[in-house]
C-alpha cells in the first residue's frame, strides 16, 4: 500500500529564509507525488507534481521538490520565504492512477512565516 | 479562481435535516471525487465517480448518499446527520482530457463547511 509521511507538523521560517518541508513516501510501484497547499477557509491547490518525466519538479510561485529514489523522499524548498507563504501544507502519493486517482495524503506541515 | 465550483460555502443543518452539496466543473474531466476533512486534518477520501458511475466508495455511511447525474455535476445529499459530520467536504475532478489516462493530479473546488447540529 501506499503512503507518505510528512516529517514535521509545524515549520517556522523568517521572511526571506529558506523553506525546506519533509516528505518520504512508501510504494510498491513507481508513484505519482504531489505537494498541495491549502490556505485557510480554502480548498487545496496544486503546486506541483512529479510523474516520472524529471526528478527536480518546478512548481507555482517559487516551490520546487526533487525525486530522490534512493532517499524515497519527495521534499519540497523554497530559497526565500514569503509572508504569503504561511498556509497548510499536504504531501499526497498516487499510484497508477488509471481512469481515477485515489490520493493519499500525508498529515499535513503547518508553516508559519516571522518577521 | 477554482474551475471546480461548489455550493453552498456554508450549510448549518439539523440532525433531521436533509440537505445537499453540489458540486459542478466544466473541465471535461470524467473523474470527480467528494473528500471530507475535519480540523488539522488531511482530506480523506469518501466517494470516486469515474465516466459517471461509482467506483469508489470509501465505508461511508448510508446518510451520505452521492449522486452524479452527469459529467460535469456532482451532488452529496447528506440526510439524519451526526454533530461529528461537521467538516469541510471537498469537491475535486481529474482527467485532463476526455478519453485519456489521467496524469492523477485533483482539482479540488473551495470546498464546503458543513456544521451539523
Known amino acids: 500500500a501506499q503512503s507518505v509521511t510528512q516529517l514535521g507538523s509545524h515549520v517556522s521560517v523568517s521572511e526571506g529564509a529558506l523553506v525546506l518541508l519533509r516528505c518520504n513516501y512508501s510504494?510498491?510501484?513507481?508513484?505519482?507525488l504531489f505537494w498541495y497547499v491549502q490556505y485557510p477557509n480554502q480548498g487545496l491547490q496544486l503546486l506541483l507534481k512529479?510523474?516520472?518525466?524529471?526528478?527536480l519538479v518546478k512548481g507555482i510561485n517559487g516551490f520546487e521538490a526533487e525525486f530522490k529514489k534512493s532517499e524515497t523522499s519527495f521534499h519540497l524548498t523554497k530559497p526565500s520565504a514569503h509572508m504569503s507563504d504561511a498556509a497548510e501544507y499536504f504531501c499526497?502519493?498516487?499510484?497508477?492512477?488509471?481512469?481515477?486517482?485515489?490520493?493519499?495524503f500525508g498529515t499535513g506541515t503547518r508553516l508559519q512565516v516571522t518577521l | 479562481d477554482t474551475e471546480v465550483t461548489q455550493t453552498p460555502k456554508h450549510l448549518v443543518m439539523g440532525m433531521t435535516n436533509k440537505k445537499s452539496l453540489k458540486c459542478e466543473q466544466h473541465?471535461?474531466?470524467?473523474?470527480m471525487y467528494w473528500y471530507k476533512q475535519k480540523a488539522k486534518k488531511p482530506p480523506e477520501l469518501m466517494f470516486v465517480?469515474?465516466?459517471?458511475?461509482?467506483?469508489i466508495n470509501e465505508s461511508v455511511p448510508s446518510r451520505f448518499s452521492p449522486e452524479c447525474p452527469n459529467s460535469s455535476l456532482l451532488n452529496l445529499h447528506l440526510h439524519a446527520l451526526q454533530p461529528e459530520d461537521s467538516a469541510l467536504y471537498l469537491c475535486?475532478?481529474?482527467?485532463?482530457?476526455?478519453?485519456?489516462?489521467?496524469?492523477?493530479?485533483?482539482?479540488f473546488g473551495e470546498g464546503s463547511r458543513l456544521t451539523v447540529l
Open positions: 510504494s510498491s510501484v513507481p508513484p505519482y
Open positions: 475535486a475532478s481529474s482527467q485532463p482530457h476526455r478519453g485519456t489516462k489521467t496524469t492523477g493530479e485533483l482539482f
Open positions: 512529479y510523474t516520472s518525466a524529471a526528478t
Open positions: 499526497a502519493v498516487s499510484e497508477d492512477p488509471g481512469t481515477a486517482s485515489k490520493l493519499t
Open positions: 473541465m471535461g474531466h470524467r473523474a
Open positions: 465517480y469515474s465516466y459517471e458511475k461509482l467506483s
